[in-house]
C-alpha cells in the first residue's frame, strides 16, 4: 500500500504544481539514493529533462502569483496538471524508495491503474486549486494570489517530500485538502447567496 500512497502524494502535488513533483522525483533520483527510477522513467533524472523542468516551473511560479494571468495559468494548466499527475503516480508508484522495496508487486498486473488515478487525483486538486483562486482574488482584491499561490508551492514541495521520505504523512495532507475543497465550496455558495440576495434587492 506504500506505493500507492507514494503515487497519490506525487499526484496530489501535481494537481498544485504540475511540475514540482517531476522534478523532485528527477533531482532526487538523479543526486541522492532515496528513489531508484525504474528504467521506463529513467528518462525525469535527465539533465535536459531536469533543466525544461526546472524553466517550466519558473514560468508557473511567477505567472501564478499575478492577479487574472493566475486565472488564464489554471485554464491552461487543466490539461497539464492532470497529465502530470498521471506521470507522476505511475513514476513514484513504481519506483523503490526508502520506504518501498518491492513497488511492483501492487499494481503489477494493471500498469494502466496508476497512471489514471494520477490523472483524477491531480484532476480534482487542480479543479479546488482553481475554484479557490477567484476567491481569493475578490476578497483580497487580488492581494491574496502571491501569498495563496505561495502556500500552494510549498504544500506542493512537501507533499512530494513526504511521498517518497514518508508516504504514510500523505494521508494528512490529503485531509487538508479535503478541508480546504469544503471551504472552497461554502465560500462560493456564500457569494452566489450574497450577489442573488442583492439582486433581488436590486430589482425586487
Do not use: C
Not at 100 to 129: C, E, M, N, T, Y
Not at 143 to 155: H, K, L, N, Q, Y
Amino acid at each position: 500500500m506504500l506505493e500507492a500512497l507514494t503515487g497519490t502524494g506525487l499526484a496530489a502535488s501535481a494537481g498544485l504544481n504540475a511540475y514540482i513533483p517531476l522534478l523532485t522525483m528527477g533531482l532526487l533520483a538523479r543526486y541522492t539514493d532515496t528513489i531508484d527510477l525504474p528504467t521506463g522513467w529513467s528518462w525525469l533524472s535527465n539533465g535536459w529533462t531536469l533543466l525544461i523542468l526546472a524553466l517550466l516551473l519558473a514560468i508557473e511560479v511567477v505567472a501564478d502569483k499575478v492577479p487574472v494571468v493566475d486565472h488564464v495559468n489554471d485554464v491552461v494548466q487543466t490539461v497539464v496538471r492532470p497529465t502530470a499527475g498521471g506521470l507522476a503516480f505511475g513514476a513514484g508508484s513504481s519506483s523503490e524508495t526508502v520506504t518501498v522495496s518491492d513497488p511492483g508487486s501492487f499494481f503489477s498486473s494493471h500498469q494502466w491503474v496508476p497512471i489514471a488515478a494520477g490523472v483524477v487525483i491531480a484532476l480534482v486538486v487542480h479543479g479546488v486549486k482553481a475554484a479557490s483562486r477567484p476567491v481569493v482574488n475578490t476578497t483580497t482584491a487580488g492581494f491574496g494570489a502571491p501569498v495563496a499561490s505561495t502556500v500552494e508551492d510549498i504544500g506542493s514541495v512537501l507533499m512530494s517530500v513526504l511521498a517518497i521520505l514518508l508516504p504514510v504523512l500523505v494521508l494528512v495532507g490529503l485531509v487538508l485538502l479535503v478541508f480546504a475543497g469544503g471551504w472552497v465550496v461554502r465560500r462560493r455558495r456564500r457569494r452566489r447567496a450574497l450577489s442573488g440576495s442583492g439582486a433581488r434587492q436590486l430589482f425586487g
